[in-house]
């Protein structure tokens, strides 16, 4: 197990590294925009760029300026950040690129934290440890978000097979207030969670997805997580298993591509650590441009 603070200096690097120009309007702070339902005071008109909400333009200080112009604003209040983590054996296989997915988890997890503090918002964390639903408060600064770290870590891997809608159901039934999810998952959890759960989950809050991609039948050395040891190599090498085995993963991709795009809800796949800032860039801009729509 890394400390805590291995993890932390890891992203501190990693969010300088991809800080360039093409990124900096998600980590320089203005982030926040991405998101609705913040009270917000108005400050100033700016020329508008593409991807601005047409709700934002001032029509009667464009038709004055001769160009088009939007609306500028403050916040007065900071969001809360929760980031629901799935758990389990599963936590222990590998990704598409032979990452193990606990470590691509405890990244994505970090990263999203460390955006969040840097902005000031608060952060919480939930997951389900063994069927009990294990909940970190909403809080500001960087031990909060290195608190979580430590504690996932020390938690996400164990033989249960646990169900992460159990941990959305929890959010449905005892927080009112809204919020922003980030549901850390992969392609099992997200095809478990039922369409009653997402339709009642995207109703109250902002929600979006990290499905961390998993390893297929293939190649010599695929792990069982359920036999706790390698896979055979005459089930492994067997290509006509691979190609069933690749044919119902495209289905439950599929699907789960269906459902996520019912209830308006944007989503990654995470295959390394290397894509992790980037990839969430790309998720909170389709979250921004679906909202606009």
């Known amino acids: 197990m890394k400390s805590k603070s291995d993890y932390i200096t890891r992203i501190k690097a990693n969010v300088s590294i991809y800080a360039t120009k093409k990124t900096s309007n998600v980590l320089d702070g203005t982030y926040p925009s991405v998101f609705h339902g913040r009270s917000l005071n108005f400050e100033d008109l700016r020329e508008y760029v593409p991807g601005d909400n047409i709700r ?54 970090g990263t999203i934290g460390y955006i969040a503090y840097k902005n000031g918002d608060t ?60 549901v850390i998952t992969d392609m099992n959890g997200i095809y478990g969670i039922s369409e009653p759960c997402l339709k009642r989950l995207k109703t109250r809050h ?36 691979a190609r069933l085995e690749a044919e119902k993963r495209e289905e439950i991709l599929t699907a789960n591509s269906r459902k996520l795009l019912k209830f308006g809800i944007s989503s990654v796949t995470m295959n390394n650590e290397d894509e992790i800032v980037t990839k969430i860039i790309e998720l909170l801009e389709s979250h921004r441009y679906a909202n606009i729509r």
Do not use: C
């Open 56 to 109: 934002d333009i001032d029509w009667k200080a464009s038709g004055r300026a001769g160009t088009i112009l939007v609306k500028r604003y403050i916040a007065d209040k900071k969001h809360s950040i929760m980031l629901v983590l799935d758990t389990g054996a599963k936590m222990a296989g590998d990704s598409a690129e032979f990452i193990q997915k606990r470590e691509i988890a405890l990244r994505t997890a």
């Open 123 to 182: 952060v919480g964390s939930l997951y389900n440890k063994d069927g009990m639903i294990k909940l970190n408060p909403f809080r500001t600064g960087l031990p909060n978000v290195e608190r979580i770290l430590a504690e996932y870590d020390r938690d996400l891997e164990t033989r249960q097979k646990n169900n992460i809608e159990k941990s959305l159901d929890f959010i449905i039934n005892n927080f009112k207030k809204r919020m922003i999810i980030f």
């Open 206 to 241: 902002d929600v979006l997805f990290v499905n961390i991609s998993d390893l297929g039948l293939t190649g010599n050395k695929v792990f069982d997580i359920d036999g706790n040891g390698y896979v055979p190599s005459f089930i492994s090498g067997n290509k006509k298993l």
